[in-house]
């Protein structure tokens, strides 16, 4: 019994996170229409593969790299392995004033 409240704060953080996603039709279609794409993974991740187009910018870096992002009303796509550092980014550029960021969440969700 103990842990049904470990597990159920789990489950509601992992279907809370998913409802801030963009899908993955939506996100392709943000990168067609000109959106940055942005992979918050480290570089070492980033040289083991990305999608196409990606730009890496990885988490830990993303205050002092913000510039490389262009216009804040510029559509930014963000992406990481697992949708946990991609959410915290998305959460990191809407405090400093991006107005169009859209979290894709895992990769693989391309």
Partial sequence: MQW?????????FLV??????????????????GAVLVDVRSPREFSGGH???AINVPLQDLA?????LGEKQRPVV????????????KAALRRQGFSAVHDLGAMGRW
Avoid: H
């Fill in 4 to 12: 049904v409240v470990p597990v159920g704060l789990v489950v509601g």
């Fill in 16 to 33: 809370f996170r998913r409802l801030g996603q963009v899908s993955s039709a939506a996100a392709r279609q943000l990168v067609k229409d």
């Fill in 51 to 53: 999608l196409p187009g």
């Fill in 64 to 68: 002092g790299q913000v510039k490389r």
């Fill in 78 to 89: 963000l992406y990481c392995a697992s949708g946990t550092r991609s959410a915290m980014a």
